[in-house]
């Protein structure tokens, strides 16, 4: 008996030294992310705008948050990075599409440089007025509301009034607009932009292959297909291969962020 007791008081210290390690490691991770973000503030303050998009890129890795890739987005700019500024500023309104200070920014980038905004889709359009991660939620509210409404009166015996179909109604009318918007929301999700200026577009996913143009940094196109070290995209005008580290998704497809700061990485894809 004494041995069991032992055994049991020996797992229970384990477990609670366990949680207490993920909890600390919680907080070392939050506090992090925080440092880094002050390290960025703190040097973009003082104009050295190379050292504020490495911290910002680090505190976005670790958290990504709408104002912290709006934050990166700036410095880059200011270090005169057009591509990567706009990644960053898509990326911010993609977490946060009220962010009304990265959709000025991006406005008055693409006027300077002379760059189209992304072609979208009606139902892109609509999954842009809210955060991405909404749409799923009012889809399943939405739906079950719907059921309930339509469902409960007749399972509990009670008599189905005029407010329950009005509210039934409104509620598979919401579900009905969220489904576009979550296929916009995956369509979309395979837009990026060129990080480099000059970039060439391959007719062939080759390095001797002929150029058919060369995309300015900042360039929308949707990712069609990936082979090798080359991703094969569409522009607004044209389609072609691009070198898979020189063009980043606004939504990276295995969740982590496409910026890196220093050398860029390529773009995650599925």
């Not at 760059?115 to 359009?125: A, C």
């Not at 000059?198 to 060369?214: G, K, S, Y």
């Not at 982590?256 to 220093?262: D, L, M, P, T, V």
Request: aromatic fraction near 10%.
């Amino acid at each position: 008996m004494r041995v069991k007791v032992r055994k049991g008081i020996a797992q229970a210290a384990g477990i609670g030294l366990m949680l207490g390690l993920l909890a600390g490691a919680g907080r070392v991770s939050a506090a992090s992310m925080e440092d880094w973000f002050r390290d960025g503030t703190a040097a973009y303050a003082v104009g050295d705008y190379a050292q504020a998009a490495r911290a910002f890129s680090t505190a976005a890795s670790q958290k990504p948050g709408s104002g912290t890739l709006q934050n990166l987005g700036n410095a880059e700019w200011q270090r005169g990075r057009t591509g990567p500024a706009i990644l960053a500023w898509e990326q911010a309104l993609w977490l946060n599409p009220f962010n009304g200070s990265a959709k000025s920014n991006l406005r008055y980038a693409r006027r300077a440089a002379q760059l189209e905004s992304p072609d979208l889709t009606w139902y892109e359009v609509v999954s842009s007025w809210l955060p991405v991660t909404w749409w799923a939620w009012i889809a399943g509210v939405s739906f079950w509301l719907a059921v309930g409404i339509g469902a409960l009166p007749g399972l509990l015996r009670f008599r189905k009034l005029v407010w329950h179909q009005a509210v039934a109604a409104f509620a598979l009318a919401v579900f009905l607009l969220s489904v576009p918007a979550q296929v916009g929301v995956d369509t979309r999700s395979r837009l990026g932009f060129v990080l480099q200026r000059d970039t060439p577009l391959r007719l062939t996913p080759t390095e001797e292959a002929q150029f058919i143009t060369r995309l300015p940094a900042g360039e929308p196109a949707r990712l069609q297909q990936v082979r090798g070290a080359f991703a094969l995209v569409r522009t607004g005008h044209t389609r072609g291969w691009v070198e898979r580290n020189q063009f980043a998704l606004m939504c990276p497809r295995d969740g982590r962020n496409a910026q890196r700061i220093g050398a860029e990485s390529p773009m995650a894809v599925r």
